[in-house]
């Protein structure tokens, strides 16, 4: 059996931690895992995407068109940007976050009539897919935390939650202390405590 996973954002909201904590924990407790990232222009909030897949049967690092159980996705549009990967009916985990580019800030300053797309028209197009859609305000649930960096552990512990995710979660959870600077386990497993249990 393969688990996909396929994590989607811009550049500096951690997709690359996510994506190492997982592969971490897989490889401390012998689960068979290979993962593909694309950087590009990451660093200057730009399109990124890391696959994931966990599974004895997994020998390409690359999710096919269809075949991803989880869509994470860190950014609302870049979310809808990757749906093709996600398999029918597959599950969502989205934050409640929309990345305008500077062209569309420049332009709605300029023309108060300009209108950019909302993370609900976004769900409604992703319900053509799924129905199955967690809605996260990762930034909230971050902040409440106790650090607005952590977000992406929101969603890590949100992740965590998905019924067939196999990966145990005090399995995850003990990676994160190797894997965030010293002065900041704490806050990342309270981060990640609060994303598991915004997941009903």
């Not at 068979?32 to 690092?61: C, K, M």
């Not at 996600?86 to 023309?111: A, C, E, H, M």
Request: charge should be negative.
């Amino acid at each position: 059996m393969t688990y996909n996973i396929m994590t989607c954002g811009v550049g500096g909201q951690g997709l690359m931690l996510v994506s190492n904590i997982i592969g971490l924990t897989c490889a401390e407790y012998g689960l068979n895992i290979r993962t593909a990232e694309t950087h590009g222009l990451a660093q200057r909030s730009g399109s990124i995407y890391t696959h994931i897949r966990i599974g004895d049967d997994v020998f390409s690092p690359l999710i096919p068109y269809g075949e991803a159980d989880v869509l994470l996705g860190m950014e609302a549009i870049e979310s809808l940007r990757y749906i093709e990967f996600l398999k029918p009916n597959g599950v969502i985990i989205l934050n409640d976050y929309v990345w305008q580019p500077v062209q569309s800030t420049f332009d709605r300053v300029n023309d108060s009539e300009v209108k950019y797309i909302k993370v609900q028209d976004i769900i409604e197009k992703m319900k053509e897919i799924t129905t199955k859609i967690f809605v996260v305000n990762a930034l909230e649930l971050a902040l409440k935390a106790g650090n607005s960096l952590t977000s992406n552990v929101i969603l890590l512990g949100a992740l965590s939650k998905i019924k067939g995710f196999p990966i145990p979660k005090e399995q995850l959870k003990s990676m994160i202390p190797h894997v965030v600077p010293k002065k900041a386990i704490e806050v990342n497993l309270k981060a990640f405590e609060i994303g598991y249990e915004e997941i009903k």
